[in-house]
């Protein structure tokens, strides 16, 4: 058992927990980046070790009734097929690129990485609405519209482990306006029942080291807990805007180590920006805790005559 996977476990499982997205899309590159893991190993041992996290939530959050059941059903309808032809079509790329395949699946997880950073940055920034809702307006065009996001989130999911929590929860907030409650039980539950499907396929697809997923695990879990209960405590926009620029900066270190031209500038401008992130509001909020000491004003001639002593002429 190598302890590093297991601490990187447990702090994907923190950063799950508190943000509910960001589990593949750092567990697959860090597999393959640190741990030199072949690409198609961490891609289908990253989808077996977070369908079992997933469903932890996913069942979680059914009890609760934050699950618009209806809509992960259409979007499941299209994620499920989808993410299991992106696995085979992963299996095709391999036998078709050869040697090559190694840099063509770094650009493309690294464009999954991008994808997926923007989106969790954007979400960020979506402001609330006014017309936010329960569950969705299941119309004719409403169910088209999920089998349509289901099947391209399930194929970009199959092919890189990328993207099934932050693209979903994207289109939920702004093609069916749910709550953000909604958002995050509806992406959760839906995210286990495809990430089954994709791991099941790379299972039988031989992509999978169990052992390293079981490692993964031991932590994982326990952080996805810790993770749950800090989310309450901490800011979530301040995280998902650290973890859309930690995908971003994933994303770039991936296209380097497949020989794409990364200035290195803006390789150290991502870390950069996130401490920038921890630091700033930490500083902001003792500076305004400096400003609001209230300083008690000398005693005048009322308080003197108060206090039973003559004012002083």
């Not at 959760?188 to 079981?214: P, R």
């Amino acid at each position: 058992m190598d302890p590093a996977i297991v601490f990187f476990g447990a702090c994907v499982g923190l950063l799950v927990g508190m943000t509910g997205v960001g589990g593949g899309s750092l567990m697959t590159p860090l597999l393959i980046i640190v741990f030199g893991v072949k690409p198609v190993t961490a891609v289908g041992t990253d989808l077996s070790y977070a369908a079992v996290t997933k469903t932890v939530g996913g069942v979680k959050h059914l009890r609760q009734r934050t699950v618009d059941m209806r809509l992960s059903t259409w979007m499941a309808l299209g994620s499920v097929p989808a993410a299991i032809g992106g696995v085979y079509a992963l299996k095709a790329l391999q036998r078709s690129y050869g040697a090559d395949f190694n840099d063509f699946i770094f650009v493309v997880l690294a464009a999954a990485l991008l994808l997926t950073g923007v989106a969790v940055l954007g979400r960020a920034l979506l402001p609330t609405s006014a017309l936010e809702r329960q569950s969705a307006r299941l119309r004719r065009r409403d169910k088209l519209a999920a089998v349509s996001i289901g099947l391209s989130v399930g194929f970009v999911l199959g092919l890189t482990s990328a993207g099934s929590g932050a693209l979903i929860a994207v289109a939920l907030i702004l093609v069916f306006r749910l709550v953000p409650t909604r958002v995050v039980g509806t992406d959760v539950f839906h995210a286990a029942i495809l990430l089954w499907a994709s791991a099941i396929a790379h299972i039988v697809a031989g992509d999978v080291d169990l052992g390293l997923a079981g490692t993964i695990l031991i932590a994982s879990v326990p952080g996805v807990w810790v993770g749950s209960h800090l989310s309450v405590r901490l800011p979530t926009a301040l995280l998902r805007t650290s973890l859309g620029l930690v995908l971003v900066g994933s994303g770039l270190g991936l296209l380097s180590k497949a020989g794409v031209g990364v200035p290195t500038a803006l390789l150290a401008a991502v870390p950069s920006a996130v401490a920038l992130l921890a630091v700033v509001p930490y500083a902001l909020r003792r500076l305004n805790r400096a400003r609001s000491v209230v300083v008690p004003p000398e005693p005048g001639p009322a308080a003197a005559i108060r206090d039973g002593a003559r004012p002083t002429v």
